[in-house]
């Protein structure tokens, strides 16, 4: 039987209009952005779905509205399969046939990248969806404030591999950031220090060196003023083991018992994405399902291992589209 492990989308998969349509054609997931609201105190589904882009893409309206649209792409999934296994069942059909992995819903493992690890821990019942709502957006100001005292870039390493990027580091003042999949690795640290790096690594072969449009130097040691205070958010927050293995980003591993501990090292620590991905294709997992905007996930997924079932959940049509890729 497949295993099946979810993958939630992380910063920069934002998009003005995110998850109307899906407010718009299902009243649960209307009902999901309203309770968004109730507990944050502002209309952050407006933001999602209106914008302005300049407001979106301010980390404390990115960070959880994303978690907010990949939740309710989470629930809306889990809608439809138990709603078409109850239908199954009810014509004397084979309930197997609709199955994701064991029992009438299921997956074995679950992931995501930087924040989308807040919403894959939320999804495997580790906290509340308020709790995790309010702890990312908690998150992305402490963030920000970051940024904000901090002058941080990060640029996109192309075609050059992790070794002589560590290097280009080393020798540039900056630390590597996302390891990503073959061949895409994001370097954080200071402007200028980001600029310098850039012009090593196209010295050293790379096809590319890109400077991203971000607002500060994420995954790097210019977020440690974010992490005491993330901490004490979290400490906030009842934490307890998730019912399927969550993997970490800090240890590529899954969770144990010190979650909250590396949820704050997570702020400054690089992301093992490839290495994370890898392990859970080891471990037999050949179906992986992104949930949220965008389809980055699925993009360095086809880089790690092509031979992989790759689906998401961003708005409607994809929803549909996975519904019938797993119904058959």
Not at 253 to 258: F, I, L, S, T, V
Not at 290 to 312: C, H, Q, V, W
């Amino acid at each position: 039987m497949s295993k099946t492990a979810l993958l939630f989308a992380g910063q920069g998969a934002q998009v003005v209009g995110m998850g109307q349509d899906l407010a718009e054609k299902f009243p649960s997931a209307k009902a999901w952005f309203d309770r968004a609201n109730a507990a944050l105190g502002y209309d952050l589904a407006g933001i999602c779905f209106n914008g302005p882009e300049a407001d979106l893409t301010k980390t404390e309206n990115a960070q959880p509205g994303i978690f907010l649209v990949s939740w309710v792409c989470f629930q809306l999934l889990k809608e439809q399969v138990q709603s078409l296994k109850s239908k199954a069942q009810s014509h004397g059909m084979p309930g197997a046939t609709l199955d994701l992995g064991l029992g009438t819903w299921d997956f074995q493992s679950a992931a995501g990248l930087s924040l989308g690890e807040f919403t894959a821990l939320t999804a495997a019942g580790a906290m509340s969806f308020e709790d995790g709502l309010r702890v990312v957006c908690q998150r992305g100001k402490f963030m920000q404030e970051a940024c904000d005292v901090t002058k941080g870039g990060m640029a996109a390493i192309i075609g050059l591999d992790e070794a002589p990027t560590r290097e280009v580091c080393a020798e540039a003042g900056v630390v590597l950031a996302n390891l990503n999949c073959p061949g895409q690795l994001v370097i954080s640290g200071a402007a200028e220090k980001i600029t310098k790096a850039c012009e090593l690594a196209k010295a050293k072969g790379a096809k590319r060196a890109l400077p991203l449009p971000v607002a500060g130097a994420y995954h790097s040691p210019l977020m440690a003023s974010a992490q005491p205070k993330l901490a004490a958010e979290l400490a906030k927050i009842n934490l307890v083991s998730p019912v399927v293995p969550v993997i970490s980003n800090v240890t590529a591993q899954a969770h144990g018992a010190d979650i909250s501990a590396k949820l704050v090292e997570q702020v400054c620590a690089s992301v093992r994405w490839e290495e994370y991905m890898r392990a859970l294709l080891a471990q037999g997992f050949t179906r992986f399902i992104e949930l949220g905007p965008g389809t980055a996930l699925s993009g360095f997924m086809k880089r790690i291992d092509k031979t992989a079932t790759m689906l998401n959940v961003a708005d409607a049509a994809s929803l549909e589209a996975t519904i019938k890729a797993i119904s058959i």
